[in-house]
Protein backbone atom coordinates (compact mmCIF):
# COMPACT_ATOMS: atom_id res chain seq x y z
CA UNK A 1 0.00 0.00 0.00
CA UNK A 2 2.83 2.59 0.52
CA UNK A 3 4.38 1.65 -2.48
CA UNK A 4 0.93 2.84 -4.31
CA UNK A 5 0.69 6.16 -1.85
CA UNK A 6 4.23 7.09 -3.37
CA UNK A 7 3.43 6.48 -7.24
CA UNK A 8 -0.21 8.31 -7.20
CA UNK A 9 0.78 11.58 -5.29
CA UNK A 10 0.52 14.45 -7.36
CA UNK A 11 2.67 16.27 -5.08
CA UNK A 12 5.16 16.07 -1.67
CA UNK A 13 2.04 17.31 -0.08
CA UNK A 14 -0.80 15.34 -1.60
CA UNK A 15 -3.45 14.04 1.17
CA UNK A 16 -6.34 14.32 -0.52
CA UNK A 17 -6.18 13.19 -4.50
CA UNK A 18 -8.84 11.07 -5.82
CA UNK A 19 -6.23 8.07 -5.82
CA UNK A 20 -5.05 8.61 -2.06
CA UNK A 21 -8.47 8.70 -0.71
CA UNK A 22 -9.11 5.35 -2.57
CA UNK A 23 -6.56 4.04 -1.34
CA UNK A 24 -6.97 4.81 2.21
CA UNK A 25 -10.29 3.76 2.01
CA UNK A 26 -9.00 0.24 0.64
CA UNK A 27 -6.57 -0.04 3.72
CA UNK A 28 -9.64 0.67 5.98
CA UNK A 29 -11.40 -1.69 4.76
CA UNK A 30 -8.79 -4.65 5.06
CA UNK A 31 -8.67 -3.55 8.35
CA UNK A 32 -12.29 -3.96 9.18
CA UNK A 33 -12.54 -6.93 7.47
CA UNK A 34 -9.72 -8.70 9.08
CA UNK A 35 -11.58 -7.52 12.47
CA UNK A 36 -14.76 -9.05 10.93
CA UNK A 37 -13.17 -12.63 10.53
CA UNK A 38 -12.59 -12.47 14.26
CA UNK A 39 -15.66 -11.29 15.76
CA UNK A 40 -18.50 -12.46 13.69
CA UNK A 41 -21.29 -10.57 15.26
CA UNK A 42 -20.19 -7.04 14.78
CA UNK A 43 -23.06 -5.62 13.35
CA UNK A 44 -21.95 -1.83 13.75
CA UNK A 45 -18.49 -2.12 11.90
CA UNK A 46 -20.19 -4.64 9.26
CA UNK A 47 -22.24 -1.66 8.50
CA UNK A 48 -19.06 0.84 8.57
CA UNK A 49 -17.58 -1.74 5.71
CA UNK A 50 -20.68 -1.33 3.62
CA UNK A 51 -19.96 2.50 4.14
CA UNK A 52 -16.56 2.70 3.14
CA UNK A 53 -17.17 0.41 -0.13
CA UNK A 54 -19.84 2.42 -1.12
CA UNK A 55 -17.69 5.63 -1.23
CA UNK A 56 -14.79 3.70 -2.75
CA UNK A 57 -17.39 2.47 -5.13
CA UNK A 58 -17.91 6.37 -6.26
CA UNK A 59 -14.82 7.47 -5.76
CA UNK A 60 -13.80 4.94 -8.37
CA UNK A 61 -16.36 5.56 -10.68
CA UNK A 62 -15.29 9.51 -10.78
CA UNK A 63 -11.57 9.02 -11.61
CA UNK A 64 -12.89 6.39 -14.10
CA UNK A 65 -14.97 9.43 -15.84
CA UNK A 66 -12.18 12.05 -15.37
CA UNK A 67 -8.42 9.55 -15.32
CA UNK A 68 -9.20 6.68 -17.27
CA UNK A 69 -5.05 6.02 -17.35
CA UNK A 70 -5.16 6.65 -13.37
CA UNK A 71 -8.14 4.53 -12.95
CA UNK A 72 -6.65 1.80 -15.02
CA UNK A 73 -3.55 1.67 -12.92
CA UNK A 74 -4.97 2.57 -9.28
CA UNK A 75 -7.04 -1.17 -9.94
CA UNK A 76 -4.10 -3.09 -11.34
CA UNK A 77 -2.04 -1.35 -8.47
CA UNK A 78 -4.60 -2.43 -5.93
CA UNK A 79 -6.22 -5.29 -6.75
CA UNK A 80 -9.69 -4.39 -7.16
CA UNK A 81 -11.99 -5.33 -9.84
CA UNK A 82 -10.95 -9.07 -11.06
Known sequence: MENAVKKFKMHDKDVGSTALQIISFTKKILTLAEHI?????????????????????????????????GYQGLIKELGLRG
Open 37 to 69: KREKKDKHCRRGIERLVSRRKKMLSYLKRTNVE
